[in-house]
């Protein structure tokens, strides 16, 4: 039995989330001798991507899409930090003046 990690990336067709899953693909052979590939995800059995069955975890929709190995590697812009930015502790001004006088 040979075990291979891979990391999936996905983009959500309805809220274009951009998230990456990892699994593990173990390679056996069944009872017939035909190589069969099984795709484990937290160590549990999962369908394969290509069978079209990711929900986004942002917006719940069915319908992701996958991309070719390695392409959030060259498209780095794509993965979401993984917590958001501190907020700015500038105060903010008003573009408007403030009146001089009463009147």
Known sequence: ????????PYECRRCWH??????VVRHV?????????IWLRGGVQV???A????ICP????????????????RHPELIPPPRPAEPDATPLL?????RMYKG
């Open 51 to 54: 069978s079209g069955v990711m």
């Open 47 to 49: 369908p394969t991507p």
């Open 94 to 98: 008003s573009p408007v003046r403030k």
């Open 29 to 37: 052979a069944d009872t017939h001798g035909n190589e069969v590939d």
């Open 18 to 23: 951009v998230w990456q899953e990892d699994y």
């Open 58 to 73: 942002k917006c719940g929709c069915q319908q992701a899409t996958t991309f070719p190995d390695g392409y959030l590697a």
């Open 1 to 8: 039995m040979d075990e291979e990690r891979r990391t999936l």
